[in-house]
């Protein structure tokens, strides 16, 4: 089993920055970190994700040159610094954890944390 536990959500003006950090018991070997969004009335959206050792990321088209994803396998932590927020940016985020080979879809990861709230005001 792994448990995950995303923090650093909270209420940002637009244009401000927040980063979120994913807690993990321990990272299964070989896995894909992934970070996913919900708002409200929305589909879950993909957000950005990396693999094992951090040589491969992928981001979501509107979040490009915005976001960074990056991991500590050493500290069992995955890191999404978001700048430059925008009021769609808001939504619950989501800290997933899988051995998978789309990293952009949901449905392939077998672990989630829980979710940390991101609002973005004007």
């Known amino acids: 089993q792994v448990q995950l536990v995303e923090s650093g959500g909270g209420l940002v003006q637009a244009g401000g920055s927040l980063r979120l950090s994913c807690a993990a018991s321990?990272?299964?070997?070989?896995?894909?970190v992934g970070w996913f969004r919900q708002a409200p009335g929305k589909e879950r959206e993909f957000v950005a994700a990396?693999?094992?050792?951090?040589?491969?990321?992928f981001y979501a088209d509107s979040v490009k040159g915005r976001f960074t994803i990056s991991r500590d396998n050493t500290k069992n932590t995955a890191t999404l610094q978001m700048n430059s927020l925008k009021l769609e940016d808001t939504a619950v985020y989501y800290c997933?954890?899988?051995?998978?080979?789309?990293?952009?879809?949901?449905?392939?990861?077998?672990?989630w944390g829980q979710g940390t709230q991101v609002t973005v005001s004007s």
């Open positions: 997933a954890v899988g051995v998978v080979t789309g990293p952009r879809n949901y449905k392939e990861y077998g672990y």
């Open positions: 321990r990272f299964t070997f070989s896995s894909y």
């Open positions: 990396i693999n094992w050792n951090g040589g491969i990321t």
